[in-house]
């Protein structure tokens, strides 16, 4: 089936929140900071207030004045000796210092953005320039950014028993190690972030447009924790959405900045970030240094994993910041497919001067899987052991589900020998060391590289859905995740189709708004349809017991003789039928709202889903430029059950793409002195194009999940966790002639080049 909202999308008629406006609507621009680090010491707004089309300037001073609360973490960790981590409070606009580049330190409305552009330039902020520090390991010995944080420490976290992780490795036969750099990326959705914020006198209330990944966790923030007022004091609603990627599920300054000034001046405040604006205000994902250690027995059988992890915070912490490199994957998600004995994990975060860094793709288990994956690739070379051959060995047997991991997870189901082993089938393993040695004879480097992954999607809090038949027997489902382009509409109907019959045409979605929606979790973390559409199916399958007693008065029989198959209500044993619709017609509205049937539909997950699969890199690099032509990329999945594969080709091709682009082009660089981001363009931030994508080899192996109705375990971040440690396995592994044991992500051409020709330089020399 093919997605139902593409006609609308592609033809223009799609509405995102830059197309909502109102009468007497204003414009908001905000002023941000030149500086990556440096006090405050006055502001002057007089010049910028009297420019024409002004409507008014808003400060700190005001939002402080107005008991206007600061932005909160809401995932804080404890440290390893028991102690709170520190907190910060992160004002909504600068207080006293500014602590990155681009932080906001004042919101101008004015009639049109030009206005309010022109009146920021007329703001005069005295600055006093502090020192810096934005290098991830360097800050730790760099000037303070937080008093409260000596060494610029956030928090000293652990997980896993190390006492017993010390004495696996006291006797392991072999340990290997590798230091790993996960580098800062950008999310860089289609759809930049913006909102348009109004004030309703008559009724007391805020009315909040945003771009976002779930409209209820942020109409709940601003009641609860920034504006101290009472939830129903404010509707939030989200429309299309062009990309999230983690990144649009956060309270951002800008949020409540515009609320207040739509109230205080009695205007409807609209703001849309500007390309570059974003680069500099929206949170970054990723950025860990990593210290990565395995102690191996005699049979090359893997005992334990020791990781020592640094991770940046940015200036300020976000609102799930801590948990990402902790507890949201990065740490559970180290047992990979292996029968580890033990893990045991360090993980300091750290503030710069750089903006925060939260979710992305993944959250924690694209650095995870990076983290496993490279140090099995690099024993593997260490060992001597094939690299297929040494997964295999070391795999969790289907025949030991459900297993319990070392790192506290249980693994429902799974067959990751046979994914691996079918794609190294496909990738025609077995024939790489002729297409190697082809390449070697025009000058090129040609390498394989492979990864597998497991992850945990779709667990943590419930969803609820309300599913509403009216007369004319159309359908209405009302449920609180919130699509950013992945095809929830198309997956919903899919649902809804199968346990009510009711053709894709004849349903309606409606998300993104907290009046019409009473419950959301939002979307994130592949849970959408595993979870929201679990809730889906539990509302048609009450429905559909309804239907069948209404169908049993209207063919008089017994309702234990109505069977629903093949879309319609059916006498057992007869050709007596009914289809929803037909019934529906036939039956009263408890009201007059038309709606014949209504059900709450509702899901809790008893644990997470695994998706895990394999991927197979083949790539050459050019040894004169040092380019990366990726020739083969090959992926075998298991996602459970799969309802739609055309939207699961289309996540795992779009995972790709990102991880590619991090694996090869994309970083996120700040000047060491100045604090500015020098890659703050798409002119020097190099996102992955159509030329640089390879066709996807892919393939699928449905194991359906055991703790999911549905039986399906998610889809939406497979591609960017397991393309990364393919592409650095493979690049590694092309160079490996050269004595070259490991790169760091992005192996761009330039760093490549320097790569080869230093080694052959050496190697001319010996």
Known sequence: MRRSEDPRLLKGSGRYTDDVSAPNQAQAWFLRSPFAHAEIRGIDTSAAAAMPGVIGIVTIADLDADGIADLKCYAPVKNRDGSDQVLPPRPILARGRVRHVGEAVALVVAETMEQAKDAAEAIEVDYDSLPSATDLTGTMAGPA???AAPGNVCFDWEFGEKDKVEALFARADRIVKVDLVNNRVVASPMEPRCCHADWDATEGRFVLYVSCQGVHMLRDMLANDIFKLPPERFLVRSTDVGGGFGMKLFMYPEYPATLYAARKFGRPVKWTSERTEAFISDDHGRD???????????DARFLALRVDLIANMGAYLSNF?????TMAGGAQMLNGLYTLQGVYERVRGVFTNTQP?????????????????RIVDHASRVLGIDPVELRRRNYIPPSAMPYDTVTGVTYDSGEFTRNLEEAAQIADVAGFEARRRESGRSGKYRGLGIATYVEACAGGEDEAADVRVSRDGKVTIYVGTQTNGQGHETAYKQIIAEHLGVEPDQVTLVQGDTDLVRTGNGTGGSRSVPVGGAAIRDGSLKIQDKAKLRAADLM??????????DGRFTVVGTDRALTLAEIAAQTDAAS???????????????????PNGAHVVELEVDGDTGEVEILRYT???????VLNPLMVAGQVHGGIAQGLGQALLEHAVFDPESGQLLSGSFMDYAMPRAIDLPLVNFKYNEIPCTTNPLGVKGAGEAGAIGAPPAIINAIVDALSPLGVEHVDMPATPPRLWQIIHSRQDRQAAE
Do not use: C, H, Q
């Open 635 to 641: 992926v075998v999945d298991d996602f459970g059950r």
């Open 321 to 325: 910041a801590p948990f990402i490199p």
């Open 556 to 565: 008089e029989t017994a309702a234990v003789d109505i069977a629903f198959a």
């Open 357 to 373: 860094v939260d979710a992305y793709r993944g959250a924690g288990r694209p650095e995870a899987a990076y983290n496993v994956e």
């Open 592 to 610: 007059d709202s038309e709606i014949v049937f209504e059900e709450r539909g509702s899901f809790t997950p008893p644990s997470a889903t695994f």
């Open 288 to 298: 860990n240094v990593t210290t990565v250690e395995l102690a191996v027995d005699k």
């Open 145 to 147: 950014i937080w008093d």
